[in-house]
């Protein structure tokens, strides 16, 4: 079994920044595809950012040039930068490792919302 704990997420002004990070443990395999899913009230859950084990990584077209995403394979985390927020970015944001439709796993979620 595979547990991710997320860092608490909270409340940022528009044009603000915010880190998230998700910590790993138990049977993850840095092998593991990690990555940030978001879902807004109404809507449903959308990929943000995921990176390989390698490196390559892969943004949702709406945030790329403001989200940056990197993992740390020996200590099994992954973080998401987020600068210049929106309020488009309010959502709940989860942390997701796995390999994808096969063996996957989420985060409890964490609430980022952007208001003035």
């Known amino acids: 079994q595979v547990q991710l704990v997320e860092s608490k997420g909270g409340l940022v002004q528009p044009g603000g920044s915010l880190r998230l990070s998700c910590a790993g443990s138990g049977s993850i395999r840095s092998s593991y595809v990690m990555g940030w899913y978001r879902q807004a009230p109404g809507k449903q859950r959308v990929l943000v950012a995921v990176?390989?084990?390698?490196?390559?990584?892969n943004y949702l077209d709406s945030v790329k040039g403001r989200f940056t995403i990197s993992r740390d394979n020996v200590k099994n985390t992954v973080s998401l930068q987020m600068n210049n927020l929106n309020p488009e970015d309010t959502a709940v944001y989860y942390c997701?490792?796995?390999?994808?439709?096969?063996?996957?796993?989420w985060g409890q979620g964490t609430q980022v919302t952007v208001s003035s």
């Open positions: 990176i390989t084990s390698d490196g390559s990584t």
């Open positions: 997701y490792a796995g390999i994808w439709g096969k063996l996957d796993y």
